[in-house]
T-cell receptor, first 111, second 113 residues
Framework: GEDVEQSLFLSVREGDSSVINCTYT??????LYWYKQEPGAGLQLLTY?????DMKQDQRLTVLLNKKDKHLSLRIADTQTGDSAIYFC???????????FGKGTMLLVSP | EADIYQTPRYLVIGTGKKITLECSQT?????MYWYQQDPGMELHLIHY???????EKGDLSSESTVSRIRTEHFPLTLESARPSHTSQYLC????????????FGPGTRLTVL
């Protein structure tokens, strides 16, 4: 079955760039997603990338997709304390019935 | 902002009680989901539905049950709550594949004493 892997924790200083990495298993995935979860809240879609793209940029966010290595990354430029949250990578499950989420990466931004 | 609601937001209840966690969405989405999120952050899919009168079990075995009588409503019921059910429960909805973008509610934090 699908398995989405992420590092569990990342700590950066305010103003630095953050890079959160993810590996996925299904090379036929059409979309790949990044979700953000703030404390005490549900998940919120942050951005997504279509599988025929290598890169997508949206303001401070840059998503890079390496299909050969099945590697997805999320770069946050000029990281702010408000970016402190848990970030989940996700891919469609087989049969597209639902999404398979990684275990989440906790990003801690210190002043 | 997504229009998906969960009530209650917090619930503390004694062992053996029957509880129902409510989830409603106003986006007309056919697919709905329930996840259990443990303190280690990982999400576990416990139930999902393709539409009215459709319910499926997810990856994680659960003693809860769900129903889908109306498109907008997907309640989750625990017949007899136990301390092992203490967790965060997240409801989500989406259009049909292939897009699969899921919209999440704010969650219900359940504590069973």
């Amino acid at each position: 079955g699908e398995d989405v892997e992420q590092s569990l924790f990342l700590s950066v200083r305010e103003g630095d760039s953050s890079v959160i990495n993810c590996t996925y298993t299904d090379s036929s995935s059409t979309y790949l997603y990044w979700y953000k979860q703030e404390p005490g809240a549900g998940l919120q879609l942050l951005t997504y990338i279509f599988s025929n793209m290598d890169m997508k940029q949206d303001q401070r966010l840059t998503v890079l997709l390496n299909k050969k290595d099945k590697h997805l990354s999320l770069r946050i430029a000029d990281t702010q304390t408000g970016d402190s949250a848990i970030y989940f990578c996700a891919e469609p499950s087989s049969g597209y019935s639902t999404l398979t989420f990684g275990k989440g990466t906790m990003l801690l931004v210190s002043p | 902002e997504a229009d998906i609601y969960q009530t209650p937001r917090y619930l503390v209840i004694g062992t053996g009680k029957k509880i129902t966690l409510e989830c409603s969405q106003t986006m007309g989405h056919d697919k709905m989901y329930w996840y259990q999120q443990d303190p280690g952050m990982e999400l576990h899919l416990i139930h999902y539905s393709y539409g009215v009168n459709s319910t499926e079990k997810g990856d994680l075995s659960s003693e809860s049950t769900v129903s889908r009588i109306r498109t907008e409503h997907f309640p989750l019921t625990l017949e007899s709550a136990r301390p092992s059910h203490t967790s965060q429960y997240l409801c989500a909805s989406s259009r049909v594949e292939p897009y699969n973008e899921q919209f999440f509610g704010p969650g219900t934090r359940l504590t069973v004493l």
